[in-house]
């Protein structure tokens, strides 16, 4: 089992250039997040997925949006990056909501000049 | 608003034993969570706590008290692999994991 991965794991943008980050899972848990992780703060919750097909805004929604067409994936776009979106980007997935933990992607160093 | 309090850094000794606090305020609460993260690495999941009392898994004890809002995590015999940060996360009324900044352990020998 690969887990959960992440592409890119590094990438440099130019203000306003859009991308797409991928995370993909095989262990057919049904809830996933997309954290953005920065110097001095906690990870925040950028959008999550509560199952294939359904998407919601976490904490820090602006400037991101999401898709879960599979179970197994899910995409992170960002349409016209900011230098305030310069982060590290984690995916999590989770089998359940209660008592379970999450399990992380390696993560997407993205800069943003 | 939701927080989650922890020190930035804290230093120890190969070998000794250290004890990472975690205070925090949220709306409900629904477990708390302590997690390692290596310095350039993702987070990985250490324990879950729900219940007060102490949790022990080996080199590691995680302790709750829900009435005072606060955990901590021990650390027992340290060892240089243990240079890394502390997260302590905590899943609210939503279920959403409400995460603190972190805490850097450098261990000196």
């Given amino acids: 089992n690969a887990g959960v991965t992440q592409t890119p794991k590094f990438r440099v943008l130019k203000t306003g250039q859009s991308m797409t980050l991928l995370c993909a899972q095989d262990m057919n848990h049904e809830y996933m997040y997309w954290y953005r992780q920065d110097p001095g703060m906690g990870l925040r919750l950028i959008h999550y997925s509560v199952g294939e097909g359904t998407t919601a805004k976490g904490e820090v929604p602006d400037g991101y949006n999401v898709s879960r067409l599979k179970k197994q994936n899910f995409l992170l776009g960002l349409e016209s990056a900011a230098p305030s979106q310069t982060s590290v980007y984690f995916c999590a997935s989770e089998p359940g909501i209660v008592a379970n933990e999450q399990f992380f992607g390696p993560g997407t160093r993205l800069t943003v000049l | 608003g939701q927080n989650i309090d922890q020190p930035t850094e804290m230093t120890a000794t190969e070998g000794a034993i250290v004890q990472i606090n975690c205070t925090y305020q949220t709306s409900g609460f629904n477990g708390l969570f302590w997690y390692q993260q290596h310095a350039g690495e993702a987070p990985t999941f250490l324990s879950y706590n729900v219940l ?13 008290s829900r009435s005072k809002g606060y955990s901590y995590l021990l650390l027992k015999e340290l060892q240089m692999k243990d240079s890394a940060s502390y997260l302590c996360a905590v899943k609210d009324s939503n279920y959403q994991l409400i995460w603190g900044a972190g805490t850097k352990l450098i261990i000196k020998p």
């Fill in chain 2, 52 to 64: 007060d009392g102490l949790e022990e898994k080996g080199r590691f004890s995680s302790f709750l």
